[in-house]
């Protein structure tokens, strides 16, 4: 009966205050569950905090290949060097063999 009586009691609270009640429905629907809840922002500002990280990666290996770029540009023993180390090139009729750490 107490379980009955408690759940009565809650249908007369909301029979009289409606608009508080219809207030606290919004309010949870906009918190939770539309497309601008709170959930969903949070996890747009970390998707955004992961790309602006991706992104100060990405300039930074950029700015590593750049000056790649320039060391090699004029020089052709430099170039074959690069070419051969980082890209691991070959000149035909020559085996390559890596060894890895």
């Given at each position: ?6 759940f ?7 029979k009289?205050?409606?608009f508080?009640?219809?207030l606290?429905c919004?309010a ?6 539309s497309?601008?809840?709170?959930v969903?922002i949070w ?5 955004k905090?992961r790309?602006?990280?991706?992104i100060?990666?990405?300039k930074?290996?950029?700015n590593?290949?750049?000056?790649s770029?320039n060391e090699?540009s004029g ?6 060097h690069f ?8 000149k035909?009729?020559?085996d390559v ?5």
């Amino acid at each position: 009966m107490r379980a009955k009586d408690t759940f009565l009691s809650l249908l007369i609270y909301i029979k009289h205050h409606k608009f508080g009640t219809a207030l606290i429905c919004v309010a949870i629907w906009l918190c939770f569950f539309s497309e601008h809840s709170l959930v969903a922002i949070w996890r747009l500002q970390h998707e955004k905090e992961r790309l602006q990280n991706d992104i100060i990666s990405y300039k930074k290996t950029i700015n590593e290949f750049e000056e790649s770029i320039n060391e090699v540009s004029g020089d052709r023993e430099a170039m074959e060097h690069f070419a051969r180390e980082r890209l691991n090139m070959k000149k035909p009729n020559e085996d390559v063999y890596l060894i890895e750490d």
